[in-house]
Structure formats: structure tokens, C-alpha cells
């Protein structure tokens, strides 16, 4: 029997995991493995793992179990588990989950391809004990970056010996221009592409277990970040996503604590990008320079997707985090005084240990003041190897639940208002969905009574970020024919929650995207 060599990368979780499973990817297919989107059709199912929260977990475990399945019924001969997950818990998973052949964490990603092949083949690969990563590398972030060559980064690529260059490679893989950069392979065909800056993170919020499992802070070299966008706009990619655990801190172990000011504009000029997007950042680090690039750099997108988790002093200093709601708004109005439309989306941590009513009712101010264009609301839970899960004063489960409804209750009305404020603006949209023939009249559309069957193009708008924050969807028939990848001006006629229905504008308003 042929050794196998078909494998098929399952993604769960946050776009850093989607650019890490395309790093794996782009290794296998280097070492001559075929890969395939549908994993019933693979000899082994990598699942790349999430390891945030409990439902994260949990949706994890789900997919391991499901892929799992396939070996009943299906050519899978193995199912692997990756990612966060994996490398939290290493040997913990392996045993709690036999129906895994293989739990691979970080280390094991520059030897992917000898990781399979040794569990399909029936051999074994001891998983790993689980252990801090933020003392893998130096405390000072100025000493990091010589560290780091030694030590697994995921999405940032390996420092082992790669293929020499682009004729060594399969098609459609990128390749490695020095020791740092990553072998990569798109998974999809999406014209949006995340990129990353940076891995791990050196806050110590009391309610995140996320550095310790990432690591502590390591930026990229900005050449990486450079070539590896050059690279992508040759994939007919049009939009990238810059991402991390903390996009304000890029550079500090660079020497440069504004490296990112000077990247963003030389990223907006890569040839064929249409729109660079910066996702993650830290209200605490923002910083007026950083604001006057965000929002006043042609090919930048004016979006912010702000980490405020709550706006209450007292709770914010329990997360271990700085600021308050006029602070929050002080910020936001200097925001929009320099790009009036910019977009803004954050997370809120309801329920927090010793959280109070006045708490909530402070939340609520905020929101209510903030206008923001996306909010997530999540019910406060205890994680394993916290602080915060040692704190006092929990609120009980009930009541949890209780603000978590009600807050995001009023996020989705607050979010539907700011929708409708849109109405009138012209927006840029990159179409990602060509739909069918096209949609009619505006009015109908927003009211959900299409033409018919017909769906018409879609996309995202400047302050849309991927899957997160809504889209924009095409009407009329100057949309017809609106080809994926291209950028689309149009007008906001109508709104349907965080969506928008817009038209585009008269003939020749449209532009190629290359």
C-alpha cells in the first residue's frame, strides 16, 4: 500500500489560527502531501484545536470526535489534534480523548510532515507536557528577537532548513526569503488574507490564559510582513488583516514601539492590496500617532477593533486592565474627529467577580454613548490557571446570565442604530460573494423579499472586518455581474441589523481590484 500522503486541515477558532493552519500547510505540501478540503476525503484529519474558552473547547473536542467518525466509514486513517488546545494540554487531551491518534503541540510544527507520517503508519508520538511558554523566552522584550529563532512561533515559520526558493516549491505555496518567514498555502480562495504580526502577549489580564500557552510577545521583522503580503497579492488576495494577541505593541522588542506606523503605509502600497485592515489593539497602547496612520492613510481602513472588556474602574482594575468610560469616549471622539466614519468593535466580559449592579449600569452608559459598529458580550466564566479564577465574590450562574442577556440586548439595538446612521454614506465594498443574477428593489430587499430566489453580491464595507461585523449586500442592477476581488463604491440605502443594503454607484465608479 502507498504511504499516504492526503491530509486535510480542519480550522477552528480566531484568524491566528487560520494563518498558523496555512503555515502547516504550506509544510506538508512542500514535503509532497496532497491537500483536500473535505476531510472524509483525507488519510489523516489535522484539527487545529481552539483553547480560549469552555465553548471553544468544547466545539473543539466536537470536531476532533467528529472527525473521528470518519475513520468508521471514510478513507481517514488518523485524526490529529493542533493548535491552542493541543498545546495547553498536551498529554492531559491525549488521555482524556483516545478517539485522537496524535496531539501535537507548537515545537512539533516544524517537523509536521514526520509527525504524520509516524502516526499514520501506526507508530506513536508521545504528546507533550504542557508548560509556561512565556519563560521560553526573555524577559526583556529587547532580547527576544535572537531567542526566538530557537523557539516555535507558530505562523511565523521555523528556523530549520527550508526549501531554497520558489522551484523547489509546489505551486500556490509561498516561499521562505530568509529564516523567519513561512512556508504558507492558502486553504481558501477568499480575496482577504490574515497576516500575522506578532505571537503572544506580555498584559497579564486576570481573566486570560492565553499567554501562557502563546508565549510572551515576538514581532515579526516588518521584510516578513512585507514579502509575505507581496506574495499574497499574487494569490489575488485584496485585503489584509493584520493579526496578533496585541497589535499596539508591534515593534517594542523591535526597538520601535511605532514600527507599525511606518509599515502600514508601505503595506498599502503593495501592488494589487486594496485594503489593509489592523485587528487587536489595546485601547491602553493607543497612541496619536498611530491614530493619524489608522485613519488618514490611503488603502488603511479606519477600523478599530478595540479590547475595552468592560468600561467599570473597579472591574477593569480586577481584570487587571486601565481605563474608564470617559476615557473609552475621550478616545472615540478622537477617533471620529479625524475619520468621521471610522468603524469600531469591541468585547465585554459580563458577570466578573465582585462585578455589581453599578457596574453593569456603568457598562451600559457606555455602550449607550459609544455607538459602536460591532459588540460581543460574553457571561463571565472561571479559566483553569487564572487569577481571576481564584477571586472572590462570583456572581452566581443565574445572574450571569441574566446581564449577559440584557447586555447584549441592548448591544444588538445600539448596533442597529448605528447601522441606520450609515444610510446615505457611500461606502467601498470588496465583493467576496458574486450570488446569483442580482437583486431588485432596495426597499424589498431590506425587507427580506428578494427577486425571487436571486441573491446579489455581497461584501464588506471599511468597517467590516471578516465573519465578525456584518456585511453589505448589493442591490439593484448596477450590481449585477460584480465579480469577487473587486472594490465596489456604492451608497447605504438600507439596513437590516449590523447589515447594510447599499447601491452601487453609476457606471464607472466601479474599479478593478487587478
Known amino acids: 500500500m502507498p504511504e499516504p500522503r492526503t491530509v486535510a486541515l480542519v480550522t477552528l477558532g480566531c484568524a491566528r489560527n487560520e494563518v498558523d493552519s496555512e503555515e502547516l500547510a504550506g509544510r506538508l505540501a512542500a514535503d509532497g502531501w496532497d491537500l483536500v478540503e473535505d476531510a472524509a476525503e483525507a488519510d489523516v484529519a489535522v484539527v487545529n484545536t481552539c483553547g480560549f474558552v469552555e465553548a471553544a473547547k468544547k466545539d473543539s473536542v466536537d470536531a476532533l470526535l467528529e472527525a473521528n467518525d470518519l475513520k468508521d466509514h471514510g478513507r481517514t486513517q488518523a485524526v490529529v489534534a493542533v493548535g491552542c488546545m493541543a498545546e495547553r494540554y498536551g498529554k492531559e487531551l491525549a488521555e482524556a480523548l483516545p478517539e485522537a491518534d496524535g496531539v501535537l503541540g507548537f515545537d512539533d510544527y516544524t517537523h509536521i510532515s514526520d509527525r504524520l507520517r509516524t502516526i499514520v503508519s501506526g507508530g506513536i508520538h508521545a504528546p507533550h507536557t504542557p508548560r509556561d511558554r512565556r519563560r521560553l523566552l526573555p524577559v526583556s522584550p529587547a532580547d527576544r528577537q535572537q531567542a526566538g529563532q530557537t523557539v516555535a512561533l507558530p505562523g511565523h515559520g521555523g528556523t530549520e532548513a527550508e526549501p531554497a526558493g520558489p522551484g523547489d516549491l509546489p505551486a500556490g505555496v509561498a516561499p521562505a526569503s530568509g529564516p523567519r518567514p513561512p512556508l504558507r498555502r492558502r486553504t481558501g480562495d477568499s480575496p482577504v488574507a490574515s497576516v500575522k504580526l506578532a505571537s503572544g502577549c506580555d498584559r497579564r489580564c486576570s481573566f486570560c490564559a492565553i499567554p501562557s500557552f502563546r508565549g510572551s510577545f515576538i514581532s515579526r521583522r516588518p521584510s516578513d510582513v512585507l514579502n509575505e503580503t507581496r506574495w499574497l497579492a499574487g494569490q489575488s488576495v485584496r485585503e489584509i488583516m493584520l493579526v ?4 499596539t505593541s508591534y515593534g517594542k522588542d523591535l526597538g520601535d514601539i511605532r514600527l507599525l506606523e511606518s509599515l502600514l503605509p ?27 496612520v489608522l485613519t488618514g492613510t490611503d488603502g488603511v481602513a479606519p477600523y478599530f477593533d478595540l479590547s475595552f472588556q468592560h468600561s467599570a474602574p473597579g472591574v477593569l482594575r480586577a481584570m487587571r486592565r486601565f481605563g474608564d468610560t470617559d476615557s473609552f469616549l475621550e478616545l472615540l471622539e478622537s477617533i471620529r474627529s479625524r475619520a468621521p466614519q471610522a468603524g469600531v468593535r469591541s468585547n465585554f466580559i459580563v458577570g466578573f467577580p465582585g462585578e455589581t449592579e453599578a457596574d453593569v449600569a456603568e457598562l451600559e452608559r457606555f455602550l449607550t454613548a459609544a455607538r459602536l459598529d460591532a459588540v460581543g458580550v460574553f457571561g463571565y466564566s472561571d479559566e483553569e490557571g487564572t487569577e481571576a479564577a481564584g477571586y472572590p465574590g462570583k456572581n452566581p450562574a443565574e445572574v450571569v446570565a441574566e446581564r449577559l442577556e440584557r447586555v447584549s440586548r441592548l448591544a444588538e439595538e445600539l448596533t442597529a442604530q448605528r447601522a441606520e446612521e450609515r444610510v446615505g454614506e457611500t461606502v467601498r465594498v470588496l465583493v467576496e460573494s458574486a450570488g446569483s443574477a442580482g437583486v431588485g428593489d432596495p426597499a424589498a430587499d431590506a425587507a427580506g423579499e428578494l427577486s425571487g430566489d436571486a441573491e446579489g453580491p455581497s461584501g464588506r464595507a471599511a468597517h467590516q472586518a471578516p465573519e465578525t461585523d456584518g456585511q453589505v449586500l448589493l442591490t439593484g442592477a448596477p450590481c449585477r455581474g460584480a465579480a469577487v476581488g473587486r472594490m465596489v463604491e456604492a451608497k447605504v440605502v438600507a439596513t437590516e441589523g449590523v447589515d447594510l443594503f447599499a447601491e452601487p454607484l453609476p457606471s464607472g465608479s466601479e474599479e478593478a481590484s487587478g
Open 244 to 247: 496578533s494577541e496585541n497589535n
Open 266 to 292: 508601505e503595506l498599502a502600497a503593495v501592488d494589487g492590496i486594496e485594503r489593509v485592515r489592523v485587528s487587536y489593539l489595546q485601547p491602553a497602547e493607543m497612541r496619536p500617532g498611530l491614530l493619524d
